[in-house]
Antibody, heavy 117, light 111 residues
Framework: QLQLQESGPVVVKPSETLSLTCTVS??????????LEWIRQAPGKGLEWIGN???????SFNPSLKSRVTISVDTSSNQFSLTMTSVTATDTALYYC?????????WGPGTMVTVSS | QSVLTQPPSVSGAPGQSVTISCTGT?????????VHWYQHLPGRAPKLLIY???NRPSGVPDRFSASKSGTSASLAITGLQAEDEGDYYC???????????FGGGTKLTVL
């Protein structure tokens, strides 16, 4: 059964780069689903879609974040990752990875990232 | 302000029913894009509750149902239980923004 687990730093300094990884277990990342997604939730706010990657490598991003975000797949480690540059306090959030298969049907538990000096 | 509009909160007593609306536009729900619904319980990851407008994943009780019409969608919960308390989100694709959008979320309180 497919499972997802996010990992990455708990604290990132303003203006630095945030890098998160989602480890896929149970299936190959290239056959995990139609799209692999990143979603976040800032404290006290709702869910915000960040972007996704198709196993074939095509990516889509939230236009509000597109200039700062990269999503990639590492088949050797069965992971996909999120990189966000020039972070600010507004990027403080609970970050989730998820699989999109007619809706986001499998989610990781989430990882909290705080942007602070 | 979310592209998909949901009421901030709804409430009901155990056993009662509630409905959560999700109002969109002709760029998302009204354009024919599918609506998905998620349940987000405190301290847990969101859970897919309804997919493609009205379908329940395996394991989701039939107390949860949803529909879509025009530029809106709605989620109905019958036989409210204490464990239903949490946040509920609708989701659809918006072709003008070229982004998956979530509703602002609705907090369900079971009285």
């Amino acid at each position: 059964q497919l499972q997802l687990q996010e990992s990455g730093p708990v604290v990132v300094k303003p203006s630095e780069t945030l890098s998160l990884t989602c480890t896929v277990s149970g299936v190959s990342v290239t056959s995990a689903g139609n799209h692999l997604e990143w979603i976040r939730q800032a404290p006290g706010k709702g869910l915000e879609w960040i972007g996704n990657i198709h196993p074939g490598g095509r990516t889509s991003f939230n236009p509000s974040l597109k200039s700062r975000v990269t999503i990639s797949v590492d088949t050797s480690s069965n992971q996909f990752s999120l990189t966000m540059t020039s972070v600010t306090a507004t990027d403080t959030a609970l970050y989730y990875c998820a699989r999109n298969s007619s809706g986001l049907d499998i989610w990781g538990p989430g990882t909290m990232v705080t942007v602070s000096s | 302000q979310s592209v998909l509009t949901q009421p901030p909160s709804v409430s009901g007593a155990p056993g009662q029913s509630v409905t959560i609306s999700c109002t969109g536009t002709t760029s998302n729900i009204g354009a024919g894009y599918n609506v998905h619904w998620y349940q987000h319980l405190p301290g847990r990851a969101p859970k897919l509750l309804i997919y493609i407008n009205h379908n329940r994943p395996s394991g989701v009780p039939d107390r949860f149902s949803a529909s879509k019409s025009g530029t809106s969608a709605s989620l109905a919960i019958t036989g409210l239980q204490a464990e239903d308390e949490g946040d509920y989100y609708c989701q659809a694709y918006d072709r003008s923004l070229t982004v998956w959008v979530f509703g602002g979320g609705t907090k369900l309180t079971v009285l």
